[in-house]
């Protein structure tokens, strides 16, 4: 059977990629360049909600918008990047952007822009831009591509509130090599007056944070400081200044959400102009959902490849954070059996900080390519940096193949495939 052939958007965002040799180069000339072409539609959008940091990012905006909706409110959603389809980017109004809606906003601006250089991120950020400015919502919630102070979603000049979520080591070769100079690259969506909620940070991070908020003039408001939340008896104990709420457990699993579920609630009670009552809240923990975030998958091509003994789980986490992350996950709730890793990595990522925890939970652990990405690690190189770190690595030839290995009759047990959200996103493809 011959493959379908590319919709209109799939070719123009082809196009796209060609205008710039650098896929990331970071700089705001280029989009402010576009959006005054295009008559700054940066400046007709609803109240926005920035949201910067290593980890947690889309499961924080997940849990805003899912409180935000529980109100009856409309929500623009802007995230990156997309696991399957590039639509997954644009969220209007609660839906994802229509093909033919997309295929016309990438023509319109690609027209405008005249094929002068911008990258990928910034022409596809600005056609964004101009959909949330056309449809009526209440709220927009912004991530951050890369970084924030150069990134291209960082020309929102009076942002309803801001959010950083933990900051790690990630994205070196952009932000710098330490903590503290990758703080300070995401300390840059700071705005004066605008509330800015901040996760949990080490040290370094939070002198620098604390330092731009004294500078710019936000209100900082610090987890551990001014709100934390812990899980008491199968509940969730929020806690701030003016209350303490008794809600239900995060839906999405991991210790970690904990964390990012405070800071998405912190960052709603603290929402200019909105109205989120407890009910509310506690809809926004229960309802929200987030692919590939500690995702089961339980039917499917590649899923049903392993006998019924066996789980299988999907996680994007890509960097040393999320290696501790998913190995505390695993000693904590997944001690009953077993754990054997498939691991796909973009080579711009440090590999062997990544499978370090990861190699003292794991039974096994194999590596396969990312099809379709140039920028991947191959599976022998993922292996030789798991070696160097004292990780015993196999290799196999797709994710499917590793499964097949993996199906050999050994008792139950359970199949994480992690590294990367490229992988996270052809996993789900291939598994229907």
Excluded at 159 to 170: K, N
Aim: aromatic share 4%; charged share 20%.
């Amino acid at each position: 059977m011959d493959a379908p052939a590319p919709a209109p958007s799939d070719r123009i965002l082809e196009r796209l990629k060609a205008l710039h040799p650098k896929l990331i180069d970071l700089t705001l000339d280029r989009v402010e360049r576009l959006l005054a072409d295009l008559g700054n539609p940066h400046h007709r959008l609803p109240p926005v909600i920035h949201v910067a940091g290593t980890n947690g990012k889309g499961s924080v905006v997940a849990y805003v918008r899912a409180a935000l909706e529980a109100t009856g409110a409309t929500v623009h959603i802007y995230t990156s990047p997309h696991l399957m389809r590039f639509h997954e980017r644009i969220r209007l109004a609660g839906q994802l952007i229509e093909e033919d809606a997309l295929a016309r906003l990438l023509d319109e601006v690609a027209a405008v822009n005249g094929g002068r250089p911008i990258t990928f991120f910034e022409v596809t950020t600005v056609a964004a831009f101009l959909a949330y400015a056309r449809t009526p919502a209440d709220w927009l919630v912004l991530e951050v591509g890369l970084g924030g102070r150069l990134d291209a979603t960082n020309v929102i000049e009076r942002p309803a509130a801001t959010v950083i979520t933990p900051v790690s080591l990630d994205h070196q070769q952009f932000l710098g090599e330490t903590i503290a100079a990758i703080a300070g690259e995401k300390a840059g969506i700071l705005r004066h007056g605008a509330p800015a909620i901040i996760g949990p940070q080490n040290g370094d991070a939070r002198a620098v944070i604390a330092a731009r908020i004294a500078a710019v003039g936000a209100r900082g408001v610090w987890f551990g400081q001014d709100f934390d939340a812990t899980l008491e008896g199968g509940r969730l104990r929020f806690r701030d200044g003016a209350a303490t709420l008794d809600l239900p457990p995060p839906a999405l699993p991991g210790a970690h959400q904990i964390g990012n579920a405070a800071i998405a609630l912190a960052t709603l009670r603290r929402l200019p102009g909105a109205a989120v009552d407890t009910a509310a809240l506690a809809r926004g923990l229960t309802a929200v959902e987030w692919p590939a975030r500690l995702q089961r998958l339980y039917r499917g091509d590649l899923s049903d490849r392993l006998p019924a003994d066996r789980e299988l789980w999907l996680d994007g986490g890509h960097n040393a954070a999320a290696g501790i992350m998913l190995a505390e996950h695993a000693t904590r709730h997944w001690a009953d059996r077993p754990l054997d890793l498939v691991v796909g990595m973009m080579s711009s990522k440090d590999a062997g900080r990544f499978l370090t925890p990861l190699g003292r939970v794991a039974r096994r652990v194999i590596a396969v390519p990312i099809p379709g990405e140039a920028g991947a690690f191959a599976p022998e190189d993922v292996a030789r940096l798991g070696a160097a770190h004292g990780v015993a690595v196999a290799t196999a030839p797709s994710a499917a193949a590793a499964l097949a290995r993996l199906a050999e009759p050994t008792g139950p047990a359970r199949v994480l495939i992690c590294g990367s959200l490229y992988l996270a996103g052809t996993v789900l493809l291939e598994n229907g």
